[in-house]
T-cell receptor
């Protein structure tokens, strides 16, 4: 595997389900990111892990919970989501910090029913 | 006011045309500027990465940054049908990173 990988690529879940998205980077980078991409809206930065320190966008609801066990793996735990959370969730990594170029994964298309 | 403003298009051009894509931004702290290309059902891929004002050229692509007017541009020369995608601009600095909404481009053979 090369670059940034994400699983699953597609996910349909009910509002009462609990699921997790997984991201893995094979680039030796030190920072990882979760983004939400909705139609006709800018990419929304949700969480940043830089050298295992977490930075979060205060507007992200608590039903989204990130986990970064090491510099290569990133998870996004989902619980009691709402239909408006349906979107493409993108993971990215950078060599050091968010001034660097972002390397994106292919995304997980999430549908909440 | 959005941190980064970008016309969503859509923009359609004939093959071989010169394409101009533009963004404006409001945050004076932005130092680094990026353009990403996103094909349907794929993640964004980096096209151009520039620091501060000036031009940067890479093949058919030229990125321009004018910090005095807070304006960033991407030019595509001799556009090809394979350039059909959504183009995202982004600015970063002082631990802030913001993207535009993206411009959807179609190059017609």
């Amino acid at each position: 595997e090369t670059g940034v990988t994400q699983t699953p690529r597609h996910l349909v879940m009910g509002m009462t389900n609990k699921k997790s998205l997984k991201c893995e980077q094979h680039l030796g980078h030190n920072a990882m990111y979760w983004y939400k991409q909705s139609a006709k809206k800018p990419l929304e930065l949700m969480f940043v892990y830089s050298l295992e320190e977490r930075v979060e966008n205060n507007s992200v609801p608590s039903r989204f919970s990130p986990e970064c066990p090491n510099s290569s793996h990133l998870f996004l735990h989902l619980h009691t989501l709402q239909p408006e959370d349906s979107a493409l969730y993108l993971c990215a990594s950078t060599p050091r910090n968010w001034d660097d170029e972002q390397y994106f994964g292919p995304g997980t298309r999430l549908t909440v029913t | 006011q959005k941190e980064v403003e970008q016309d969503p298009g859509p923009l359609s051009v004939p093959e071989g045309a010169i394409v101009s894509l533009n963004c404006t931004y409001s945050n004076s702290a932005f130092q680094y500027f990026m353009w990403y290309r996103q094909y349907s059902r794929k993640g964004p891929e980096l096209l151009m990465y520039t620091y501060s004002s000036g031009n940067k050229e890479d093949g058919r692509f030229t990125a321009q940054v004018d910090k005095s007017s807070k304006y960033i541009s991407l030019f595509i020369r001799d556009s090809q049908p394979s350039d059909s995608a959504t183009y995202l601009c982004a600015g970063t600095g002082a631990n802030n990173l913001f993207f535009g909404t993206g411009t959807r481009l179609t190059v017609i053979p």
